[in-house]
């Protein structure tokens, strides 16, 4: 399994943007997706973005046309690009890898803190 490492995060002001990377121990190009997700304190996580081995996105409705998710193969990165941040945005992101191979437990980085105030 690979190793993800989040960067990346901090205090931004509302209308902010900052931009999120997970470094990959090895390849990423053959995992089925790789994604962005968060855990606000006292919620659930969630799936904020994905971005499959083909390029196809997928985004939660509170981020669509605000964040961006992108993969970099060559680099073994995947980022997260968010724009006009709101105070509901804070929570800690983590980065995903998604195999869609049975037996095999997603990966997970260990995630970064984003705080959106003012």
């Known amino acids: 399994q690979v190793q993800l490492v989040e960067s990346g995060g901090g205090l931004v002001q509302p209308g902010g943007s900052l931009r999120l990377s997970c470094a990959a121990s090895?390849?990423?190009?053959?995992?089925?997706?790789m994604g962005w997700y968060r855990q606000a304190p006292g919620k659930q996580r969630e799936l904020v973005a994905r971005?499959?081995?083909?390029?196809?996105?997928n985004y939660a409705d509170s981020v669509k046309g605000r964040f961006t998710i992108s993969r970099d193969n060559a680099k073994n990165t995947v980022y997260l690009q968010m724009n006009g941040l709101k105070p509901e945005d804070t929570a800690v992101y983590y980065c995903?890898?998604?195999?869609?191979?049975?037996?095999?437990?997603?990966?997970w980085g260990q995630g970064t803190q984003v705080t959106v105030s003012s």
């Open positions: 995903n890898g998604q195999y869609g191979i049975i037996g095999v437990p997603d990966s």
């Open positions: 971005i499959s081995r083909g390029g196809s996105t």
């Open positions: 090895r390849s990423i190009a053959s995992i089925l997706y």
